[in-house]
T-cell receptor, first 112, second 113 residues
Framework: DQQVKQNSPSLSVQEGRISILNCDYTNSMFDYFLWYKKYPAEGPTFLIS?????DKNEDGRFTVFLNKSAKHLSLHIVPSQPGDSAVYFC???????????FGKGTKLSVKP | KAGVTQTPRYLIKTRGQQVTLSCSPI?????VSWYQQTPGQGLQFLFE???????NKGNFPGRFSGRQFSNSRSEMNVSTLELGDSALYLCASSSGQGLETQYFGPGTRLLVL
């Protein structure tokens, strides 16, 4: 039973446009959410996080939105750049120190 | 500052064998977590060690075990290997100041034949 779901295995976007990556979760106990980016042959790197007391967190070109009632979060990348091409993982936790439960990832391709 | 290092990077074993993977955390980090990544199941949490004690454990059989040494280096052991254990095993170290401080190593790719 997947507690964190990324239903789009892949996404292709033109350079300069917005990339929107989606993530759904089922466990209402999750209160901390993170996004990671992973390049081939490297481990995931932390991108941005949000706690359940917020509905938006922004860091440069990256914004994460949280809709608790829908148990849905999304990562917006604006503007998208070719270097953003990677696999993006959504992860959830109970508390900021708990175990991370990951989604299966979405492969983003940004075309020049 | 050196990142998280994992050895070996690639490994081929046969069913029934056992394997030990090693992880050296970032200097000063006392928490080490292990994850398994497979195409079917994605990234799954195995266990976390903090100051030589297992602090959290995921839902994996007892064939998967680990330990942490006094210098925070960690090893993960899988006994009686099965074909389904073929995966990328990722180690992450953290200062313990929140999940954002968790840094992942490049992983060890294990192939079980």
């Amino acid at each position: 039973d997947q507690q964190v779901k990324q239903n789009s295995p892949s996404l292709s976007v033109q350079e300069g446009r917005i990339s929107i990556l989606n993530c759904d979760y089922t466990n209402s106990m999750f209160d901390y959410f993170l996004w990671y980016k992973k390049y081939p042959a490297e481990g995931p790197t932390f991108l941005i996080s949000i706690s359940s007391i917020k509905d938006k967190n922004e860091d440069g070109r990256f914004t994460v939105f949280l809709n608790k009632s829908a148990k849905h979060l999304s990562l917006h990348i604006v503007p998208s750049q070719p270097g953003d091409s990677a696999v993006y993982f959504c992860a959830a936790s109970v508390g900021s120190q708990g175990n991370l439960i990951f989604g299966k990832g979405t492969k983003l391709s940004v075309k020049p | 500052k050196a990142g998280v290092t994992q050895t070996p990077r690639y490994l081929i074993k046969t069913r029934g064998q056992q394997v030990t993977l090693s992880c050296s955390p970032i200097s000063g980090h006392r928490s080490v977590s292990w994850y398994q990544q497979t195409p079917g199941q994605g990234l799954q949490f195995l266990f976390e060690y903090f100051s030589e004690t297992q602090r959290n454990k995921g839902n994996f059989p007892g064939r998967f075990s680990g330990r942490q040494f006094s210098n925070s280096r960690s090893e993960m052991n899988v006994s009686t290997l099965e074909l389904g254990d073929s995966a990328l095993y990722l180690c992450a170290s953290s200062s313990g100041q929140g999940l954002e401080t968790q840094y992942f190593g490049p992983g060890t790719r294990l192939l079980v034949l």
